[in-house]
Every structure is written in structure tokens, then in C-alpha cells.
């Protein structure tokens, strides 16, 4: 079973919906990180959370928001969705200190 | 400003031969480094990591070099096989007390000859 899940792997939906998309864990990591990776680009941080209380802003955090309802899981959503935001998007988790981030698979978001 | 890149966008290799992926960082404070593969459709997966205070670490079929006086990492891919096929970028961990930053490289794609 994978560490780390994400739901959906697919979603099309047209501008100005609000959508999430979740992440799970169960390596039992108290950071979770989301990031979203254009074609040709590397990945770019959007929100990370290093526990339960604690959001912080990646570099692109403008259109998003992020909830972490609990250690094991940190949802995303864009409350407007807009062309641009159609990316992959990636939910990774790590241990604190000098941690590896693990990568979930992925979910390929197309906003027409 | 800082930055994790690489050097080539792509890069064709023969089946069997020896793999070299190279990532060139900026920031001299960097004290970890990771590569990471990414297959087609997948998230990126860890392959090897390496702390600032070592030069070389080895793995199965993989390793990696990292050179701080010119900051150079590089991955090296022994026989390589058509399941090397991928994208791989390699990632800098940069401390900052408590909220440490892990800068991803753009990638380079390795496409394997049979």
C-alpha cells in the first residue's frame, strides 16, 4: 500500500469552481508540503505544515489554501479555480530536521 | 538569487553503458542533497541522498558525488537499464533553524537506448 495517497488523480473542471484536492499519510510524518510542477519546470512549494497547528506559505501560495485536519492529512483547494492553475500537483511528507520529502502520485488538475 | 539547476535538458544513454546526471547549486550553505526519479505519470521517488560532509556515497548501482568547492553533484548510474528511463532532478536543503528549504532542480530526462 502507498505511504503517501492522493484523490483524486484526475480532475477537470472549468473556471471559478472551488475544488480539493486531499493527501494521506501514514508513515506518521508530521511535515506535509504541497507543491504543483508545470511542464519543462521543477516543483514549486505551495503551503507546507510542519504539525497540526502550524501553515506556512510556500513561494506560490496566492489562489490556494490548505487545511491539515489532522497528522495525517493536508488538503488543498483552490476557492476559484483559474486556467493557469492547471498543474500536476504533488503532496510529500517528511520527518523533521534533515528529512527526505516523500512524494504522493500525484493529481493532474485541468481548469478550462 | 539561489538556485538548483542542471546542466542538460536531456540526456540519451546506451543500454548497459554508465549514466552521469550533473546539478550544479548556488548556495554554499546547502548541507543536504537529494536526488530524486520521476517516471512518467509517478511522483518523484528518492534514490540517494548526501550530507555536506561527505564527497561520495554509493548505492545500489547508484552514486553520488558532491563537490563543495566548486558546488557540484553528480549522479552516476552503473549499466544502465531501459527502467532508468526517467526524469531525474536533484534537490538542496538549505538550514534555517527550524524551517529548513528543500529547492528542487528543473530535471533532466534520461532516455535509455536498447
Known amino acids: 500500500d502507498a505511504d503517501v495517497t492522493q484523490t483524486p488523480r484526475n480532475r477537470i473542471t472549468k473556471t471559478g469552481k472551488r475544488i480539493m484536492l486531499e493527501c494521506s499519510q501514514t508513515k506518521g510524518h508530521d511535515r506535509m508540503y504541497w507543491y504543483r510542477q508545470d511542464p519543462g519546470l521543477g516543483l514549486q512549494l505551495i503551503y507546507y505544515s510542519f504539525d497540526v497547528k502550524d501553515i506556512n506559505k510556500g513561494e506560490i501560495s496566492d489562489g490556494y489554501s490548505v487545511s491539515r485536519q489532522a497528522q495525517a492529512k493536508f488538503s488543498l483547494s483552490l476557492e476559484s479555480a483559474i486556467p493557469n492553475q492547471t498543474a500536476l500537483y504533488f503532496c510529500a511528507t517528511s520527518e523533521g530536521g534533515l528529512g527526505t520529502q516523500y512524494f504522493g502520485p500525484g493529481t493532474r488538475l485541468l481548469v478550462l | 538569487g539561489e538556485s538548483v539547476g542542471l546542466h542538460l535538458p536531456t540526456l540519451s544513454v546506451q543500454e548497459g553503458d554508465n549514466s552521469i546526471i550533473n546539478c550544479a547549486y548556488s548556495?554554499?550553505?546547502?548541507?543536504?542533497f537529494i536526488w530524486y526519479k520521476q517516471e512518467s505519470g509517478k511522483g518523484p521517488q528518492f534514490i540517494i541522498d548526501i550530507r555536506s560532509n561527505m564527497d561520495k556515497r554509493q548505492g545500489q548501482r547508484v552514486t553520488v558525488l558532491l563537490n563543495k568547492t566548486v558546488k557540484h553533484l553528480s549522479l552516476q548510474i552503473a549499466a544502465t537499464q531501459p527502467g532508468d528511463s526517467a526524469v531525474y532532478f536533484c534537490a538542496e536543503n538549505t538550514p534555517n533553524g527550524a524551517n529548513s528549504k528543500l529547492t528542487f532542480g528543473k530535471g533532466i530526462t534520461l532516455s535509455v537506448r536498447p
Open positions: 548556495n554554499s550553505a546547502s548541507d543536504y
